[in-house]
Structures are given as structure tokens and as C-alpha cells.
């Protein structure tokens, strides 16, 4: 079976769900939507993704179908269907065992953590100082600020966490940590790498992330793999 990804080759969601893909050993057909000609409103694109939604979105533009024609978006959800779907094969535990609850919580406690106390407040980083700059836009910088400083706070807690772990769920590689890396390389094009940086535990995480051969594959933009 060979999946099609419906996507934008640089967006964050789509990068997401292409990393899982690749993290899985899933082949896949990529089938690339402009998002400068806003092809993801048109009817056809709607019809499987409703919101018909911008990359910047947390669940942006990622539509998901198999031969069966089943369809899902919202790109962490298409990640967990995934890593389930195929939990034989490719990176064991990216979601831990439905078996071992304290695992499963653990791993669903830091899934929300980087939703909620981490791309919240990159994604705003990312959107002033990246997308609003491409457009034309002036920066907000008071924004900006607002969210350095609650991502400061975040990732001092980050520091703690993971002086003690490997990961943010334990001792595994999750998708909770995956997840982390398309807003966070945007700090760095956004010229804040130092808010990781500037954290050993932090920065020896996330460089081990990007090292991983699913984020070299895809880090210049997304291409089919079948």
C-alpha cells in the first residue's frame, strides 16, 4: 500500500507527518499543493481537509489517503495513525505499547507539553519574524518578545527534564519529540537558535534530532519516496 501525501514541501505539518513517514520506513507519493495560488481552498482540497487550512497552522495543509481511500488530516493525528498502523517496522516506540499505561501517559503528557508549552509560542515567533517578513509585513516585535519570554521560561523547565532523560518522555525516542523539530529550526531561521543553544540538555536533544536520518531526508523539502 502506498500512501499519498497531499502537502507543501517546506511547511511545518507536512514536515512533520513526512519525518514519521520516513521514521516508519513508509513509502509514500508526495503530490505537492501551492499554497501562493491558495490550492489548499479550492473544492477538492476541502473536501478531504474542511479547514483548508495555511502551513503556519498547527495542522496545516496535510491531507492523508490510502488505496482504500481513507482519509485524515491534522498533522498530528496522521503521525499517530501511522506510528500505530506500522508499529512493526522502521523506529520502535514512537508511541509507547497501548499495554503499558504510566508509558502511554508519560508519552501523552509530553506530546501536550510540546503543543502546548512549546509550539504555542514558536509558532508566533515563526509567523512574525519568517512569514510576515515574506509577505511584505512589518514585525510585531512586541509579540515577539512576549513569546521569547514564555518560550524562555518553557525551556528552562526543558533543561530540567531532560538533565534527567534522554527524551521527553523517557528513556525512548517518541513522536513528542519529533514534533519539536519543524518550529524548532524555524528559531533558528528566525535567529534565535541561541533559546537552544544556549541549553546543553536541550541543545544535545534537539541536535540529536536533526541528526536523525528521517529529518536529513526531508530537511531541504519533501519528495516521494515510491
Known amino acids: 500500500m502506498v500512501f499519498k501525501l497531499y502537502a507543501a514541501p517546506q511547511s ?8 514519521v513517514l520516513h521514521e516508519k520506513n513508509v ?12 490550492e489548499q481552498k479550492q473544492a477538492q482540497h476541502t473536501v478531504k481537509n474542511p479547514f483548508g487550512q495555511v502551513p503556519y497552522i498547527l495542522s496545516g495543509i496535510v491531507r492523508w489517503k490510502d488505496d482504500e481511500g ?14 500505530l498502523k ?6 520502535a516506540g514512537l508511541i509507547p505499547d497501548q499495554s503499558d499505561i504510566k508509558a502511554l501517559a ?48 518553557k525551556l528552562d523547565v526543558y533543561e530540567g527534564i531532560l538533565g534527567k532523560q534522554a527524551y521527553l518522555a523517557g528513556s525512548e525516542l517518541t ?16 535567529g534565535l537558535g ?15 534530532l536533526l541528526a536523525r536520518p528521517s529529518w536529513v531526508a526531508i ?8
Open 12 to 19: 511545518t505539518a507536512s514536515l512533520r507527518v513526512a519525518q
Open 27 to 38: 513509502p509514500f507519493e508526495f503530490i505537492p499543493i501551492d499554497l501562493r495560488a491558495k
Open 70 to 83: 481513507f482519509v485524515l488530516y491534522e498533522s498530528r493525528a496522521i503521525g499517530r495513525y501511522i506510528a
Open 86 to 91: 506500522y508499529a512493526g517496522q522502521g523506529t
Open 106 to 153: 508519560l508519552f501523552e503528557q509530553a506530546a501536550s507539553s510540546e503543543f502546548a508549552n512549546f509550539e504555542v509560542h514558536a509558532a508566533k515567533i515563526a509567523y512574525e519574524k519568517l512569514f510576515k517578513v515574506r509577505l511584505g509585513f512589518p514585525t510585531n516585535e512586541e509579540v515577539v518578545k512576549g513569546a521569547i519570554d514564555q518560550l524562555n521560561v
Open 175 to 190: 513522536l513528542a519529540d519529533l514534533y519539536h523539530i519543524p518550529f524548532g529550526t524555524r528559531l533558528y531561521r528566525a
Open 194 to 208: 541561541d533559546l537552544i543553544d544556549s541549553r546543553p540538555n536541550v541543545a544535545k536533544w534537539f541536535n540529536g
Open 219 to 226: 530537511k531541504d523539502g519533501i519528495t516521494s519516496t515510491a
